[in-house]
């Protein structure tokens, strides 16, 4: 990786984990602590984020922000920045009409089905417990599954 240009070290781990600075003005190469390599490679990383970043209206000429920034989208007359990333991917118009589709086939279900239905395909609700709390038989509500199953098949093609 390369250092920022301003940036007046080039810094480095050697083979043997030795932490290197090298001084880029007059070339000196020396060995220093990990505390130290830790502190040169922030501020390396804080020159590079501002180098990186974009100019934001109102702050200092030199002063660049992070790219997904609020104050990105806000700089006025910026026809190259676009606020693509704030566009919400999903759709409305599909979630409402998928939730009328499943209200109106709920209302096409018997009182029974219906129960079923929410019991046991929306919550999850197991058929043994299902049947054991209504004191059904266990194939009784398997085979109102696959009546709603039937009428769902038929419903949502």
């Not at 810094?11 to 505390?35: F, Q, Y």
Request: glycine content about 4%.
């Amino acid at each position: 990786m390369k250092t920022p240009a301003n940036f007046e070290y080039d810094l480095w781990v050697s083979e043997d984990g030795k932490c290197m600075v090298r001084i880029k003005r007059t070339g000196e190469t020396c060995e220093v602590s990990r505390e130290t390599m830790r502190l040169l490679r922030c501020e390396e990383k804080r020159l590079r984020r501002s180098q990186t970043g974009v100019p934001v209206s109102g702050c200092h000429e030199d002063e660049k922000k992070a790219l997904l920034s609020l104050d990105y989208v806000s700089v006025e007359d910026a026809e190259e920045m676009s606020p693509a990333w704030l566009e919400d991917h999903t759709s409305i118009e599909n979630d409402v009409e998928v939730q009328i589709l499943e209200r109106e086939f709920r209302a096409s279900l018997t009182l029974v089905q219906r129960e079923i239905y929410v019991s046991c395909i929306l919550n999850g609700l197991s058929y043994k417990e299902f049947a054991a709390r209504k004191g059904v038989t266990y194939q009784s509500v398997q085979q109102a599954i696959l009546l709603i199953r039937k009428k769902a098949k038929k419903f949502f093609k």
